[in-house]
């Protein structure tokens, strides 16, 4: 049964907010990549005056930032397509199990509101693990190349 078309407004806004929340991650990439190819730069035109294992650190937290990466944007896809079906009166605990099953998850959405909040929040999470991810790249790369 769909719910009444208020709380199908406000979970499609919920939704899209997050979708949004979760296009920062783009940006961060963005600025990974950059610290990265300037962390190969530093390396190949300073050589031995650079901390190469402090680099190498950098360089495996640019790679575990990309994992994070790929799990936001996934993610803001998802959150994109529930607002967008949401606001057209598609039933969200469908969409919510219709998900479950793909992803191969056997707990069934009870409260939507509840498993919308719960599935806000492990995004949102991942979206500061890239963002940490990110600072300590940039971290390590400063470090790297002061000392």
């Not at 990974?32 to 031995?48: E, F, I, P, R």
């Not at 402090?54 to 896809?77: C, G, H, P, S, T």
Request: glycine share 4%.
């Amino acid at each position: 049964m769909t719910p009444p078309e208020q709380e199908l407004n406000t979970l499609a806004a919920k939704a899209a907010v997050t979708a949004s929340l979760l296009n920062i991650g783009s940006y961060i990439a963005q600025i990974s990549v950059a610290l990265l190819m300037l962390g190969l730069l530093l390396l190949w035109l300073l050589g031995h005056s650079v901390s190469h294992p402090l680099l190498l650190a950098a360089m495996a937290m640019a790679l575990l930032q990309v994992y994070f990466a790929l799990r936001v944007r996934f993610d803001a896809n998802i959150f994109r397509t529930w607002a967008n079906r949401w606001h057209g009166s598609a039933d969200p605990k469908a969409d919510l199990n219709a998900f479950d099953k793909q992803v191969g998850r056997s707990v069934a959405a009870t409260d939507i509101k509840t498993d919308l909040s719960n599935r806000r929040a492990g995004a949102l999470r991942l979206l500061r693990l890239q963002l940490i991810c990110m600072v300590m790249q940039l971290l390590m790369t400063a470090v790297a190349v002061w000392f």
